[in-house]
């Protein structure tokens, strides 16, 4: 079974704060995603990433950045973070980019409060 | 218009109803996933399907290609199948995930 995790599941963080969110995978797959979900809008891709060290935005990528050093860890990063990012935090892998059937395996996610 | 549109929104159903949730989507596609969401954020992926239909326990997905539709039923409806269900296209070509915004189902003992 592939297991996603995610390093909190629960996150209070002050405007301006820098936060640092990580995601963890066990199954050796290549590619990693981020997504904020908002009520009403669904699942929003952030960031991506196909390889150690490669990234590419998502749709709404303003705000944040991503680092991938390792194949199995890739991090979201808030350099400042503002109320309208309060948001649920869902990091998700899947195997191989260019796949005709690829699925994406999702963590549980990560509930962030910034006052 | 979203590409990938859910109804209902909403749902609520006695416990033993018969559900059905449908996914319709503008774009073209490799595959849709059905995923589910229970209160508390983890999302589980259900079924994941390019053609016809699949089984698994009292869910059934289908899919028909040429009208670029799917549906998710559930039979004999159970108070713990209350959660979020979220349609999902992976594209052809840019092999994007697109999700729809999901439909939210409650079922009553």
């Known amino acids: 079974d592939v297991k996603v995790t995610q390093s909190s599941r629960y996150l209070v963080k002050r405007t301006g704060e820098k936060v640092f969110l990580e995601c963890v995978q066990d199954m050796d797959h290549e590619n990693m995603f981020w997504y904020r979900q908002d009520p009403g809008l669904g699942l929003r891709l952030i960031y991506f990433s196909y390889d150690v060290k490669m990234k590419e935005k998502g749709d709404i990528p303003e705000g944040y950045s991503v680092s991938r050093e390792k194949k199995e860890r890739f991090s979201l990063i808030l350099e400042s973070a503002s109320t309208n990012q309060t948001s649920m935090y869902l990091c998700a892998s899947s195997l191989y980019w260019r796949l005709a059937y690829n699925e994406q395996f999702f963590g549980p996610g990560t509930r962030l409060t910034v006052l | 218009k979203n590409e990938v549109e859910q109804s209902p929104q909403n749902l609520t159903a006695q416990e033993g109803e018969f559900i059905t949730i449908n996914c319709s989507y503008s774009v073209g596609i490799s595959a849709l996933h059905w995923l589910q969401q229970h209160p508390g954020g983890g999302i589980v992926s259900l079924f994941m399907l390019s053609s016809g239909k699949k089984k698994h326990g009292r869910l059934i997905a289908t899919i028909n290609i040429q009208e670029k539709h799917s549906s998710l039923h559930i039979t004999a409806s159970h108070p713990r199948d209350s959660a979020v269900y979220i349609c999902?296209?992976?594209?052809?070509?840019?092999?994007?995930?697109?999700f729809g915004t999901g439909t939210r189902l409650k079922v009553l003992a």
């Open positions: 999902a296209v992976l594209t052809s070509g840019t092999y994007k995930y697109i």
